[in-house]
């Protein structure tokens, strides 16, 4: 699979880390919002595969979903940047600006008189102010302040009454520190998602996921939830998991061979197998995949939730990987491209119309209507002309419900089992994503066609050249 990851080290890998570090704001002629992109899909996909084989009694989304967030969320991630220092020695937040940015080696800050640093005191000072936003002191107070502050002619106590009371009467001061950036807590998370994504481009996963431990992200098979959780850090090798070899709830259910071949027959899995062009080597994979939660026959593995949890962190991170490897396109066009091609809206319209809506075991019969409703509607839209399927496109890569047609409604169910079957071809494939990418180029041959339009450099919103190219699917 070309687009994937290399597994070599670059030789030049040392500008693309300088690169991850480097804000929008910098104004320079790189920055690291791309590279967030990737490293962002490269944590929820790797986190989520921790988390499918560490919470393996658990099948409940939303309780994976919560396990998740407090991982790869921007909360987890800003306090590793804290305890690397990214904002103060490694993140270029402002644009050089000589005379007030710049310092030369070794230099420091003035000296108090009665010891300490200046600009150390102000920082400290900041963190008193309650109900301040971080860094406002700075804002209210001048250079003359900063020199009697370091002769002892005013206290600490004094400079923040003074800057407490020009905030109050608007008059506005304004210095600027030079040993000290201020960087937003979002900024520091993202520079650690870009620095995920560097070490990914340009050193592959293992070496990826080894970087992660050394940070407080250690994934390896033989850590426990909560150290991940905790940000324990390691520099041993991550030991990847081994892949599940079967969707069988315990050993006793797995010596029912009668009982899952009657399944299997209810369940179609050849004419599955023949739809999707892959043959599962463990059936019960497929069941699990097409197994509603309503479904109470089923008694030999859980429902399609856990992995639809799985099998969306995995398309999101394929979808990521080849956008980002097969256009120079910028950060928010980037965005734009993976939510239309991953969205729960698409992947429903995608299932049915290969047909695979039809396999679902559930026994709730408002399910089937809602279904039913669904296809009736994406009928009616196949009638229409292409101004209307483009806008109906578009809503449904904004996963809005259409206002005219209150009661019709995307089953969710739709697009998590289309999640759920990939989920359980990269567990059966043996973790094999180049055995996944092939399944998803083969039932979605069209819609990475997006990709060409970009290339064109079309003028006009990006949201309805995108909708453009899908409708051509639908």
Known sequence: MQFMISSKLASNSSPSLVQALTLSAAGDRWDMERMEILGDAFLKYSTTIFLHYNMADTCDEGDLSTVRSKIVGNLNLFHIAESLGLANCGIVSTRMDPVVTWTPPGYQSAAMVGGGIVEENVVELDKEMVGWVVGDIRGWITREDLEKLRLGEMTEDEMKVLARGRRKEHKVGGVKLSDFRLVSDKAQADCVEAMVGCYLLHCGMENCLDFMARIGINLSSTSRVEEVIERRQSREKVIMQTPQKDAFCSDHVRNEKAKLQTLMSKLGADQIEKI?????KEKSFLLQAFTHPSYGDNRLTASYEKLEF????????????????????????LTVIRSALVCNNMFASLLTDIQLDQFILHCTPGIYNKIKEYLDDKWWDETQPAEVKVDKTLKQINEEDPPELDMVEVPKVLGDVFEALFGAIFLDSGHDLSVVWSVYRRMCPTHLNVLRGMEIGMDWNLLVMVSRVLSQDM
Do not use: E, Q
């Open 310 to 333: 799985l099998g969306d962190a995995v398309l999101d991170y394929l979808v990521t990987c080849y956008i980002y490897t097969n256009t120079d396109a910028d950060p928010s066009r």
């Open 276 to 280: 999707t062009g892959y043959t599962f």
